[in-house]
Every structure is written in C-alpha cells, then in structure tokens.
C-alpha cells in the first residue's frame, strides 16, 4: 500500500522530471493528417496503458474479453511510478481502454499534460458499458456513460480522441452492428461540438480481410446524405494490426493494408501493434511504420501493452511490477522498443500548409460480406423513456441490486412468455441490416424490460401474479387499467425518432456510467482488448462499487416455473 509520503513523494519525483517541458499543444486534424499548432505533421508515437482485469474468453477475437478494469488514470501513485519509465519511451501518447467518470484523474491527466502525453481515451465499459456485438444497440443508458466520460475528462488539455468502439465488429456476418457504432459516433461528435472540444471521435477495428474490413472502415468515415458532411463520420480510424513479426520487412506485413487505405479520407493509425512471435519482441516495424512508405497513410501507432496481458497468443507486456507495485521492472521488450523509438524521426510531409481538405464520400453498398444499413438508430432521449418507465402498467421493480445479473435472463423469459400468449419483443431490439429501429430500441434495458413485462402482463388480463416474474416486477398503481404499453410507447417516444444534440443526463436520470471504490478498481466495460461486447444491460449498484456478488451475478441460472399464473424464480 502507498502511504500519503510516498504518494507525495513520487508526485514530486514525476512533476520534477516534467518541469521542462511547457504546456501541452493543440492537435488538430485537417484531413486525413493530425498536424501540431505549429503546422507540423503529428504522429501518435505511444504505448496501450491499462493493466489486464478479469477476463472472460469470446471465440471471435484473440485477445480474452474484459470483465472489469482497473482505471489507471485515477492512480496518482501509480502514474508518477509509471512516467518516468513512458518518458524514457520517448512516447507520446496513451491509450486507457476503460475510465471510472466519477473517479478524480486531475494528478495524472495533469502529469501526462506536463510530460507532453496526450490520451486516447476508449468511452466503453466492460461487460455492460459498450456496443454488444451479438446483440447491439444504442441506447440511454450506454449515450449516457459516454457523456459522464467526456465531462469527466473535458476539463483536460491533453485528450487527443474519444474511441466509441473497440472490435465491436471481428467479422463479416457482424457488420450490422456498425450502425449503431456509427450512430454512437454521430451521437459523441455532437455533444462534443456542443462543449466546444477538439477532441476527434474514433473507433479501433480488429484487423480483418480486405473484403469486410476496407467497407467496415469506409462505412465508418462515409456521409449516408451524400452531402460531403461529417456528423455521422469518425475523425480517426485506429486498427489493431498484428500482421509485423519478428525481422519482417514492408512488403510482407505492411504494403497490402498500407495500399487498401491509400485513399482513405480521415487519420489512419495503428490503434494497437507488437507481434510477440518471437518473444523477446524486437520491435522493427517502427522504423517503417514511420517510415516515406508509411506515413503517406498511417499517423503512427500504438505498442501493445505496457502492463501484462495475456491472450491465446501469449504474453504481452513491457514491464512488470514488484509485489508491492511500488517498483517497474523494465523487460526487454521495454529496452527494445526504448530503443527503435529513440530512432524515430517525423516526416514532415505534408505541412498542413499543404494538407488536402476534407470530403466524407458516399456510403458503401451493402452485400454478402458487408450488412451495414445507411439507415441509422435515432439519437437515445433519457426523458422520453423515463416517461415510458413511469407509465408502463408493470414495472422492473428488482429484489437484488445485481440488476447486471437478471436483466438478461429476465428479458428472454420475459419475451418467451409474451411469445406463448401471442406477442413478440420486435419491438425492444432495432435492425441494423434493414435500418429498422422500433421506439422502444433506444432505451434502456430495464426499461425495455418493464415494457415487455407490461406486454405480458396485459396480454393476461392484468393478473397480478404475471407482474411478478418473481418478486421483480410491481403492478403501476398509478396506471389506468385501460392503459397499454403500445400506447404509452407511443405517446412518449413519438418525437424520439430521429436525431438531436444530446445532453448530459440528469442526477435522477438514466446512467450507464460506472462508479467503484476508491482504489479504482471497477466493474464495467472495456478495459483491455475486444471490448465490444457485453449484456448492454443497465449498470448494476453491485456491478459499479465493484462489488464481487457482480461477477458471479453474470453466471446466476434463473429458473422460472408457471403454474396458475404463478412465476416463480429460484
């Protein structure tokens, strides 16, 4: 444990060795470039910055999927340990894959600033906090967690970019998430237009074929109104690439991508990079990778990772800590990218001076391998879904505060029930292959649930009993026994079809942002690599204080049972 001497004291330690350098300047974007105020072509030259959480394995990416985070970035401690080991990379940019909003990240925001670090900040939570890909959404709850994010970090100098999403998609039959990703994108850019930031929106895609992938990224910078606008497209595109191993060379791992986005129409970088095959890695791709032949279309890169992780690949990591983790221990990984960083020298070609101006083409087509609609999800309205919540005749009304635990489960019952009584739940999941997005698609997944218990309850003959789903369910007795959820849907969520500048949501209202102890450490979304899926349902009171009861809640069995209307729940 760091006692409040050694705190202060690393403090000092940190501050000292960045007292030289003046403040932080403004990137910005002009094109496809990122340039400094000077004029000058801004490279990310950085190290990925988080260590591992728990994990939990998906199939369809290479890297285990994140169960909960530890916010580096509120660990003064531990980022005044940290910086002089980031400034002998000679690096300049950060990515931290999840954040606690709620959390204080002054000491080390302000340290990196100093240091002339900026961030790549990932908005998504593990596990409930971000895009799921098998069942996606954009919602209330998830544009809320964003927006408590980027309030949390606007007051910063040093935010380079937002990421909405991180490998949502890992394949062709995927792609029609992308429209909810692309909405969150439309979403973020115009709350951050409203606080007047410069902070750029991205997305960090897995690496992939050409025939998804080059679509998947076209689709993300594209403009569905062919009118050569940017509300709906990312500023920056980061792909984790891989494809640099050992003592490669340009032609064998780099030529092939580097010529799929020779006309790309915005930045380009390597959200991540660092092939561990062999091991120790040697780290030679970044002399190309800020190289004549790449830096025409990549703006530089990532290194993967500073703190261990592992995946089916094997060990990453650049450093390790002692057991106290008061102590780095640089590894050779460490030396050797210190080493090929040193050499690096940014090309500055072309000034901004000279920079192509920017153009946002039309939308790729949808096909066989590419399912993405142009057709987008309407902008998520906390007030008009509140006002469903309030008049729904059956109400989400749980025992347990691990709502993160049975929200799922109690929605597939939920909608099994209404399915046998005649109904169906069409009308809580939007499409984003047809661009069908029902009124209900946008909110939460509590209130969802509540409309498709009141759907329930109602189709039988408002029996008491079918209220319960046992004991998580209360009968509104505010609502007219004439009232039907359809129609307080529509009345409430009439006007929330189409897109608005989002504002930030209230204290009472709804939040997807998550809370934890002191230390930082937290359950949600997103920390680590393939961060895009979760339940999407809503953050749980035991899942954001951290609370272990959370993790074990994912894997709870719920067992119905009905007999004479009565569910019971065991």
């Not at 003064?76 to 990379?89: E, I, V």
């Not at 991508?257 to 970088?269: H, I």
């Not at 906390?382 to 709502?403: K, V, Y």
């Amino acid at each position: 444990m760091f006692t409040p001497s050694r705190v202060a004291a690393a403090l000092v330690v940190a501050l000292s060795l960045s007292s030289s350098v003046s403040a932080i300047g403004k990137v910005s974007r002009s094109g496809r470039y990122l340039y400094n105020s000077d004029g000058s072509r801004f490279y990310i030259k950085g190290v990925a910055y988080q260590a591992q959480g728990a994990t939990s394995t998906d199939p369809n990416a290479p890297f285990e999927e994140p169960t909960s985070f530890t916010d580096p970035l509120a660990d003064s401690a531990g980022c005044a340990r940290d910086l002089p080991f980031l400034q002998q990379l000679q690096i300049n940019t950060i990515r931290v894959y999840s954040v606690n909003a709620s959390l204080n990240h002054d000491s080390c925001m302000q340290a990196f600033s100093s240091a002339g670090i900026y961030t790549i900040l990932d908005l998504t939570l593990p596990v409930n906090g971000s895009i799921d890909r098998n069942s996606p959404a954009w919602s209330t709850n998830l544009l809320d967690s964003y927006i408590n994010t980027i309030d949390s970090f606007s007051k910063y100098d040093n935010v380079l970019a937002y990421n909405i999403g991180n490998e949502v998609v890992t394949s062709p039959n995927g792609t029609a998430a992308l429209a909810f990703v692309k909405a969150a994108a439309r979403d973020t850019k115009a709350y951050l237009k409203s606080k007047s930031s410069s902070a750029l929106v991205g997305y960090a895609a897995i690496d992939g074929d050409d025939t998804w992938l080059d679509p998947l990224a076209n689709y993300l910078s594209c403009d569905p109104s062919n009118g050569n606008t940017d509300s709906t497209a990312i500023d920056i595109f980061g792909l984790n690439n891989y494809e640099w191993c050992g003592n490669s060379t340009f032609e064998q791992s780099y030529a092939g991508k580097t010529g799929s986005f020779a006309g790309y129409n915005v930045v380009a970088y390597f959200s991540e990079f660092g092939c561990n095959d062999p091991s120790p890695r040697v780290w030679t791709e970044v002399p190309a990778l800020f190289g004549s032949q790449a830096t025409p279309v990549w703006s530089g890169g990532i290194a993967f990772s500073y703190f261990p992780a592992t995946s089916d690949q094997g060990q990453f990591g650049m450093i390790t800590l002692s057991p106290d983790g008061s102590t780095v221990i640089p590894n050779t990984d460490f030396e050797n990218l210190k080493t090929m960083y040193d050499q690096v020298q940014f090309i500055n070609d072309p000034p901004q001076s000279s920079a192509p101006s920017a153009s946002y083409p039309s939308c790729p087509q949808d096909n066989s391998t590419f399912l993405a609609s142009t057709t987008l999800p309407p902008t998520p309205i906390d007030a008009a879904c509140q006002c469903l919540e309030a008049g729904l005749s059956c109400q989400f009304n749980p025992q347990t505060t691990n709502t993160s635990g049975i929200v799922g489960p109690l929605l597939d019952q939920a909608c099994s029930f209404l399915g046998s009584a005649g109904g169906t739940c069409d009308s809580i999941s939007g499409n984003g292959q047809t661009g069908q997005y029902p009124l209900v698609a946008s909110c939460d997944p509590s209130t969802k649930l509540s409309f498709v218990m009141s759907e329930f309850f109602e189709a039988s003959k408002r029996d008491p009993q079918s209220c319960s789903f046992g004991g998580n369910g209360t009968v509104n007795p505010k609502v007219s026994s004439s009232s039907s959820a359809t129609a307080v849907a529509s009345s409430c969520l009439s006007t929330a079809t189409g897109t608005s500048v989002p504002i930030a949501p209230s204290s009472g209202g709804s939040s997807g942002s998550s809370s934890s102890s002191g230390n930082g450490s937290s359950s949600g979304s997103g920390s680590g690599n393939g961060s895009g899926s979760g339940s999407n349902s809503n953050a749980a009171t035991a899942v954001l204080l951290g609370d272990s009861r959370a993790l074990l809640g994912v894997s709870f069995m719920v067992a119905f049972g009905i007999a004479g209307g009565l569910l019971s729940i065991a």
